[in-house]
């Protein structure tokens, strides 16, 4: 038998923290394959790495490669690690999760296209090549901004070949070779050096882990403003029996390196803070893989003589000349990669449905599902390509097979829906001894939703939909184009009740111009194109978070809209405040929305007016978009369906307007109805109810300059700045929610 085998007589491996009747539970309730965690073994792991021996501070960090689970990340944000990340969508990732910036650092192959605003965020930067340094140079010269460099130290270890990712046969990380071009490079742009960063590999020998950290400090004499050493992770960690012995103790490496930073500040006066980033010790051996034997083969039994030669020819080598027993699980490389792709070892237990079957043993070869010959989980340990079976519990269709030490690079790194196969659910065993579900399993229409008919003029368009305080809107992320992704024409059936999506207006998130971060294009639900909106700028301002993973935390953005540059800031409560700018009151915009004449001081402010059957006393403000505001006595009386549609077209409003009628409930209350220009009656307009602030104000039915605007859909706080000194005189700002209701794509030519 091959390296990993289970010992003659009785299997070697044993379950982990499932028992049988657990196992056969997950496996009948939540169906097979399944990933089960255990929150113990997470949240114990996480305590471990914290203890790790350290001078003078450290941060664990999690590798969430690993596992990213949103679940997984918030124990191990519960516990107080950090994040590495190696991907910029991983930052995002870990964001959504609830990870702040300022806790993750980033070390990646390939440089996140977004790394600029990342670092912005707080995301600390590890730069992994010359041409990295580079770049991070170009985009942060002469602001000392500060960098973290990932060195190749010449030495590396891992568990096999291509675990090993330090040495002169690895591409990660700066060779040690090129120091006096860093220093170039750091110099020429003006960067503050604060961070060293090495990573020889995953499952590395810790006595060459301990001998490269030495290494690590040296480098750290080079750039005399380092006060952070990351070290990495790849801790050996024993999946099979074995390997126990061989497993790094964790406070035995960490006290030469402990010693080792001593003596450097003893020497220098620096105090390095400590860094490390495992993942495979966090997680390998908290997951198990719950799967189902779905069949058994052989090949033991001799053919007929005229199939003799035949079978010779067949035979790889002598050992598999009789044959072997095959066992067939509804899993595979779709789950757990590791063993196909470097021939790693993975512990194997059969449950019995039978308990009569746990006397009796054989030795199996353990395949996968997909129809891949390498699909194989019981490889010789030397060789991924051969086989080596196993000695087992005996095994009938339909019984539990167990596959331990898979939380660790198993989930995140399979090769996920080949053959078609749907991605498997993740389970959590929690403290209290119950089974609850982190990830569902993926539907078969989820494989290829994304997946377009070839000659298809038909595409599919991605959205989410928000609303302000029920003014909803289909958002569409944009950036890609400068031009929207849809036409008028589709925006409306996509806004249409029932048989679309439903909406009041489409918005579409553009890329940035005018030194802006963004630009804001909308169509209302009638096709039309406004200015500005409101409630859709704080809308937008939530789906932009969204995007970038950092809902929930404080952002401000710049927008460019039809009325200008609008600034939305989001808060941790999930309220938007934005700045809105300087209501327009007179001047050729002004002029141009309105051709009422002046009634006071160049102002609109009261002008009489016919619509229908009634004279009303109408009061214009323009918020880069037109509105005409009517003060009424009994607003819930009040019939806005009459007297809406006309004055939207009324003739002194050339570009049509929006129509705000308002009762005046208290010197800092004011109620609304609107109707929407392109829109209709809709239950909240935000630069309706700036407009009408502004109206209530020099039309002097209010005498402060904050008051509440209550609208049908909810509340929003509305503070008109005083004029005078300082940036934010003169100017509306305007605060309130903005909730997601759904994602979804939609192929809008397929709408009525």
């Known amino acids: 038998m091959g390296k990993g085998s289970g010992v003659e007589g009785q299997p070697e491996e044993t379950l982990r923290f499932l028992t049988a009747e657990q196992a056969v539970g997950a496996a009948d309730t939540f169906g097979t394959p399944c990933y089960v965690y255990d929150e113990k073994s997470l949240r114990d792991n996480a305590r471990a790495v914290s203890a790790f021996p350290n001078a003078f501070g450290i941060t664990p960090r999690y590798a969430m490669k690993a596992s990213p689970n949103a679940a997984v990340l918030q124990i191990f944000l519960e516990e107080g690690l950090n994040i590495d990340a190696s991907s910029g969508f991983e930052c995002r990732r870990a964001m959504a999760a609830g990870f702040k910036p300022d806790m993750m650092s980033l070390s990646s192959q390939e440089l996140a296209h977004d ?8 995301v600390k930067f590890n730069a992994c090549s010359l041409n990295q340094l580079e770049k991070f140079g170009e985009a942060f010269a002469g602001k000392q901004q500060e960098v973290g460099l990932r060195f190749n130290p010449g030495a590396g ?28 490079i750091v110099e020429k742009y003006d960067l503050k050096v604060v961070r060293i960063h090495t990573h020889i590999g995953s499952g590395s020998d810790p006595d060459v882990w301990t001998k490269v950290s030495t290494m690590s400090i040296n480098i750290c004499k080079h750039f005399p403003s380092v006060n952070t050493l990351n070290l990495g992770g790849g801790y050996k960690v024993g999946r099979m029996a074995y390997e126990a012995k ?43 893989l719950v799967t189902t034997v779905q069949d058994k083969v052989a090949t033991t039994t001799p053919p007929p003589d005229e199939f003799k030669c035949v079978q010779d020819m067949g035979a790889p080598d002598e050992k598999g000349k009789d044959g072997y027993t095959f066992l067939k699980l509804d899993s595979g490389m779709t789950e757990i990669l590791r063993p196909s792709l470097y021939a790693a070892q993975h512990p194997v237990v059969i449950v019995p449905r039978d308990p009569a079957r746990l006397e009796k043993t054989e030795a199996v070869v353990v395949v996968g599902h997909c129809c891949e010959s390498g699909d194989l989980l019981t490889p010789d340990g030397d060789d991924a390509e051969a086989l080596a079976p196993r000695t087992l519990h005996q095994a009938a269709i339909g019984d539990v097979c167990v596959v331990e030490g898979a939380g660790a690079y198993c989930s995140s790194m399979s090769s996920k829906n080949y053959n078609s196969f749907p991605e498997a659910p993740e389970l959590l065993l929690g403290c209290d001894g119950a089974f609850k579900m982190i990830r569902r399993k993926q539907t078969l229409p989820q494989i290829f939703e994304n997946e377009l008919p070839l000659g298809s ?23 890609d184009s400068t031009e929207p992704k849809l036409s008028a024409e589709m ?28 630009e804001m294009v909308i169509h209302n639900s009638d096709g039309s194109i406004p200015e500005m909106c409101g409630n859709g700028i704080r809308c937008l301002a939530a789906y932009i978070q969204e995007l970038d993973g950092s809902t929930g935390q404080e952002r401000v953005y710049t927008i460019w809209t039809g009325a200008g540059v609008i600034i939305p800031k989001c808060q941790p409560d999930g309220q938007v405040v934005v700045d809105m700018g300087f209501p327009i009151l007179d001047g050729p915009k002004f002029q141009e929305q309105f051709t009422l004449a002046p009634t006071q001081d160049g102002k609109v402010i009261n002008a009489p007016l016919t619509v229908v059957d009634q004279e009303f006393a109408v009061t214009c403000v323009s918020m880069g978009n037109p509105h005409a505001v009517i003060f009424v006595d009994d607003i819930a009386a009040f019939d806005v369906k009459k007297y809406g549609p006309p004055f939207e077209v009324a003739p002194v409003f050339p570009q049509k307007t929006n129509t705000e009628f308002v009762q005046v409930a208290a010197d800092d209350h004011l109620i609304m109805k609107v109707w929407e220009r392109g829109a209709a009656e809709t239950l909240a307009c935000g630069t309706g109810a700036c407009a009408l ?40 700002f305007m605060t309130g929610p903005a909730l997601k209701s759904f994602s979804g794509a939609v192929t809008p030519q397929d709408l009525v």
């Open 246 to 288: 061989k497993a790094t103790d964790l406070q035995k490496c960490g006290s030469p390196v402990k010693g080792a930073v001593e003596a450097f500040a003893a020497e220098t006066g620096r105090q390095l803070h400590l860094e490390i980033e495992p993942g495979t010790f966090l997680l390998a051996n908290a997951c198990s």
């Open 491 to 518: 925006s409306v059936k996509m806004c249409k009740p029932h048989f679309g999506i439903g909406g009041d207006g489409v918005i579409f998130l553009m890329p940035g111009r005018n030194d802006c971060d963004y």
């Open 157 to 184: 270890s891992g568990g096999t070949g291509k675990t090993n990712v330090g040495g002169p046969s690895s591409s990660f990380g700066i060779w040690i070779g090129y120091l006096d071009q860093v220093k170039t």
């Open 457 to 479: 003029s038909k595409t599919a368009v991605n959205f989410t939909k928000y609303h302000g305080l029920g003014n909803d809107f289909i958002m569409v992320d944009n950036r």
């Open 693 to 732: 602030t502004v109206a209530a104000i020099i039309a002097k039915k209010i005498t402060g300059r904050k008051c509440t605007v209550t609208l049908p859909g909810g509340p929003l706080i509305i503070e008109w700045k005083p004029e005078g000194e300082g940036a934010d005189a003169g100017k509306i």
């Open 115 to 122: 790394f600029q605003p990342l670092v912005t965020m707080g």
